[in-house]
């Protein structure tokens, strides 16, 4: 009996378990929490990042880890914006071409990160941060510290109107996940994500072009960098350098949280989902329940911890660096 | 001084060590010979500590004791110099002397580094060896760092009260002539100070230094010899002397090979420090076997010719083709397979299923525009689980909680399933109990049959031999022997140790 209460099952289950618990403790102590109105506004807070999540997901199967969302997401958004206003100010016109323009953004900046982290032998951590930086930096540049509006309506309409009271957005990031899902379950690329974070060595001694799938994940990140930036400048109208600030924070820990593994070879977008849902359900909890912003950053430190703590098997890891 | 009573010690599956008697007096040298795999390096593991023996006793100087890790042996004066150096690189040689021991320079906290650099000198000073000991240890030479060793392990007697038992593992195999007569020359003079067990490949070496030869065949003592009445052949003959069954190795279902069109072949091929001069033919249905001891440039071989390292010199071609370009991808893409002997590093995702192994090398043929055919996937898999007869629930069971030998069918099973017909096998049946082992051989002699050319590293004499159609003897990267015809006359065990070492 009690066959399905494994370890395994338990590690596998338990981020999801961790939501519902938490869904019911913040409605029981605020009722208010519990009301579609209140799940519409947890869901457009978190599909950008549930993106720019996504995108960090596919690199952490792969054992490595991105760090350059913010700086790519305040490019992708802020040169989204002018090309937008320079093409015609409304989706109507030759200004959505801005779109696509955004996401050959994201994956030209996640290809180069991807490329110095292969070619010159970089830790992935090392080599993004940089690229981060001077992301955000080329951000600045460009806008000088200026907030650049996006007004067209239509373009707007991506959280003004809404279907089955939830804005359009949401459904886009729900037809990325999709996406994304299809991509690491269904693709020769994704299975390589996982054959790379599973074992390197095997994946070479089995032909894998083992820097190329690399440096594809990257350019596959950026893409879904640029996705949360367009979906983060439709919320709220703004493109700016800060547009990308405090998507690392949030994207590293909805991942961890949601059950994937470190080290790689474990977890997938669907544990991202429920890992940005924890992250933001907290958030939002927190605000609804009447606690102050610092105490939340505490809380979801907390929750990285146990998420880690409980998700290493330290019988099989000699040493950590 | 220094005894072993009986000692007994059982892995899964494998007998290691069974009633093992061993005893040194005070400073001796003995020696310990024997095959890959007769249970020279488990006993060493009993003797510092690393094992602890199922049954038996270990005594020094009558008194029973039992070491649960290697720092209480070396509380009692056992210390192990490591054949792969033990020394941290980066270190000082001073500290790498003391690592761990540092506590007695301490003074109010902080390291009183002129006494330590004092007390290295005089470390170094028993092995004779004139060095800065703030030396960083990576600019040492080989053969200084070993002396340090030494050293490192010598400062047992300062330690420890009564007598050393040093075990020196195949401490001359990366030195030159001169080196390891100043070795000699060194452990010769330390005899006042310590016994030794000195293990190693090189006959001649053993019986120069050593007082009493210990043999070990499948895991026992099966003679002990003194010095003045040994015997190099005697001795090997010893170490191999048993039956073989031919129906173990499925012989009677060998067959000839068309000497025909070689699949690959190897002409005067060098990877420097590690082969020099390979040549060989490789032809469909043929199983040839790289036969050595460890470090004889077997594994470099096999390595080079599945692109993991360059040939310095020589050609290297495939199918008549001569191989430009080297890396695992080109040599996938030419048809060959190559499965490691670290199965649980290099064989199988643990954490991917089944059919998602059994695909890896082979993603191309089951994708459209990097779109997966997972149905055609499983197809396959299930296919060749029926096959081999692979022990799984199911094509989804994470592949790391199959056994060794199903692992190992999945792993063949993935080169077989993808066309592979070069197959590089590096101990195939290594950690397999004898039914998995059996199966191995049943696939390989099918392989064999489906035109399939293997080239072998065996994990034992008896299998290179059992299996083999061509046999080629390597030593220190040179090939020293061919033996052909094997389906008329097979070589003796003797006849390929004799070439070995």
Known sequence: ?321 | MYALRKIDKVFPGVKALSAVDLDIGRGEIIGLVGENGAGKSTLMKVIYGAYQPDSGSIEIDGQTVRFSNPRQAMHHGIGMVFQEQSLITNLTVMENIFLGYEQQFVRYGIIDWKAMAEAAKAQLAKVKLAIDPSAITSSLSFAQRQLVELAKVLTLEERVDGDLVILLDEPTSVLAREEVELLFSIVRDLRNRASFIFVSHRMEEVLEISDRIYVMKDGEVVDVVSRDVADIDAIQHKMVGREIDKEYYREQLQKAYSDQAPLLSLEDVSVSGRFSNVSFDLHAGEVLCLVGTEGSGREAILRTIFGMEHPTSGQLSVRGKPVARFSPQAAVAAGIGYTPRERKVEGIVAGMNVFENMTLSQLGNYSRAGVLNVSGERATARQWIERLAIKTPSEHKDCGGLSGGNQQKVVLAKWRSGGSDILLLDHPTRGLDIGAKEDVYDMIREMSDAGVGIILVADTLEEAIGLAHTIIVLKDGVAQQRFDGFLTQKPSLYDLLHHMI
């Not at chain 1, 309409?157 to 009271?165: C, G, K, P, V």
Request: net charge positive.
């Open chain 1, 1 to 321: 009996m009690n066959n399905w209460l494994t370890r395994d099952n338990l590690i596998r289950w338990a981020p999801l378990l961790v939501l519902l618990a938490l869904i019911c403790l913040f409605a029981l102590i605020e009722p208010r929490f519990f009301s579609v109105r209140n799940a519409a506004r947890i869901a457009i807070a978190s599909t950008p990042a549930l993106m720019v999540a996504i995108g960090v997901t596919f690199i952490i199967i792969m054992g490595s880890i991105d760090l350059s969302m913010e700086g790519t997401v305040s490019v992708c958004a802020v040169i989204f914006a002018f090309a937008f206003i320079a093409l015609g100010g409304t989706l109507a016109s030759f200004a959505w071409l801005a779109l696509p323009l955004a996401l050959l953004v994201g994956a030209a900046v996640g290809l180069l990160n991807g490329l110095i982290h292969v070619r010159f032998k970089i830790p992935s951590f090392m080599c993004s941060l940089a690229i981060g930086f001077v992301g955000t930096g080329f951000a600045l540049l460009l806008t000088g510290g200026d907030r650049v509006r996006v007004e067209d309506e239509l373009f707007r309409s991506l959280l003004t109107i809404r279907f089955l009271n939830f804005p359009i957005m949401v459904y886009v990031a729900l037809a990325c996940l999709v996406l994304a899902w299809f991509i690491q379950s269904h693709t020769k690329l994704g299975r390589n994500f996982y054959a790379i974070g599973g074992g390197e060595e095997l994946a070479t001694s089995s032909g894998l072009n083992v820097g190329r799938v690399r440096a594809l994940a990257f350019m596959l990140a950026g893409m879904f960098y640029a996705i949360g930036a367009l979906l983060a400048v439709g919320r709220i109208g703004i493109a700016e350098t800060a547009t990308g600030n405090n998507f690392m924070f949030v994207s590293i820990t909805a991942v961890v949280v949601g059950g994937t593994a470190l080290w790689g070879g474990i977890g997938g977008v669907w544990n991202t989902l429920v890992g940005v849902l924890i992250v933001n359900v907290i958030n939002n909890g927190m605000v609804v329940i009447g606690l102050p912003n610092f105490v939340q950053d505490a809380v979801l430190g907390i929750l990285v911890i146990t998420a880690v703590v409980l998700s290493t098997n330290r019988k099989t890891v000699a040493f950590v660096k």
